[in-house]
């Protein structure tokens, strides 16, 4: 039987995809329940505007109706009655429309709330995921750091100023438990540096470059703190102190350091 592939261990969990699209539902609703609001509260204006032309029409019907006599009265009594029909169906959708809009008030809250909480239950798959994810691309980092250590190990030999700057720069930590904090104003980076030198020493490869380096940094550094020529007149003199001849010798410089130059 063929067996399927592996899972990538950086695949979406069904948790998380759930999580993720419990909150973008929650959103979603929010955003309805916003639409039908502003939906609402733009009928409402229409059916006050409606009612109040009504109100008015409904007036002077009334009055013209107290005023009218013989044939007139029955055709404006009918007119008024159409007017209160009309004028009452406008009303009382705009009860029903005022009423959508207090209970959709009483929700709005709940469903803002029921994001929060959906994007806390987020939160946590995420971490979990993400502290999983960085578990599996440990090993990869550390394998790839440790063909770029060799590279940065080579640096350290060959010293320098701007190898110095270089290697104290470079710097790759283990994905697993890294963590950069705030200090004193600054960051600091809480996690071991994967290129930093082997303590058993360099390798094959940086040793020997070290070794051929070495004596010519000391060259250059001898020849830096080599003294200025001082005429033998102005040399000074050996003198005897309770007949012992003291002689002054100049100091020999110091050892190179590989770093420097």
Known sequence: ???????????????????????????????????????????IKGLEADVEQLTAERAT????LALADGDAVKALDKTALRLDSDLG?????????????TALEVEGPKLHEAVRLRAQELDV???LWCTDA???LTPEVEAAAKQ???????????????????????????????????????WYNAGANLLQPSPQGLGEEAAAIHS?????????????????YVPLARRPRPYVRKGIEVRQFGTPAPAADSAEQ
Not at 8 to 14: D, E, K, N, Q
Not at 89 to 101: F, G, P, S, T, Y
Not at 166 to 185: C, E, I, K, L, W
């Open 212 to 228: 051929q380096i070495s004596p010519i940094r000391q060259a250059a550094l001898n020849g830096k703190v080599y003294p200025e």
């Open 61 to 64: 019907a009334e009055a013209a």
């Open 148 to 186: 770029l250590a060799a590279a940065i190990e080579k640096a350290h030999a060959i010293g320098g100023p701007t190898m110095r700057d270089f290697t104290d720069a470079a710097y790759v930590p283990r994905p697993s438990g890294f963590m950069r904090q705030r200090v004193n104003g600054g």
């Open 1 to 43: 039987m063929k067996q399927s592939p592996a899972a990538s261990p950086y695949a979406v969990t069904p948790e998380l995809q759930s999580a993720s699209t419990a909150v973008a539902d929650a959103i979603a609703l929010c955003k309805r329940l916003s639409d039908q609001l502003g939906a609402t509260e733009s009928q």
């Open 89 to 101: 169906a406008k009303e009382r959708e705009l009860r029903r429309l005022r009423a959508r809009i």
């Open 134 to 136: 960085a578990d599996a």
């Open 125 to 127: 798959e995420l971490g």
